[in-house]
């Protein structure tokens, strides 16, 4: 399943957004705190509890100078790759997420939505952080 979150105009260069990110504990101010708990991180990693008691960990891979590659952790319910990507433009970047993630039919109609809703909220969150 592939969920791709609209696109933003980000009033900084991706080299800036990505020493944002590459601090594990900064993916915290992208998330809705109202859904979300029990919010950990290491130097390249994360974890938080979403409603409905799954855990998310998120493990940094790789990253370029238009993309942050996370993957899913050893908690996660099914394995996925989300990437962050900071594209330059003449006054900043264009900046959306890109979701891959191995999910069966059934739980695909109950996580789509949801999913598609976070990655949106997280694309405008990283926006209004350099606003």
Partial sequence: ???????????????EIFDFLSNSSNIY???PHDKISEFTSTENACSFKVQGGIIISLVQVDRNNEKLLLK??????????????????????????????DVNPFLKMMVEKPLNTLFN???????????
């Fill in 121 to 131: 909220f997280m694309t405008n969150k990283l926006k209004d952080q350099f606003s």
């Fill in 29 to 31: 101010q992208l998330l």
């Fill in 1 to 15: 399943m592939q969920i791709i979150s609209q696109k933003v105009e980000i009033n900084a260069g991706p080299a």
């Fill in 72 to 101: 899913s952790g050893e908690k996660t319910p099914f394995p996925f790759d989300l990437i962050i990507y900071a594209q330059p433009t003449k006054n900043g970047s264009t900046g959306f997420l890109e979701f891959n993630g």
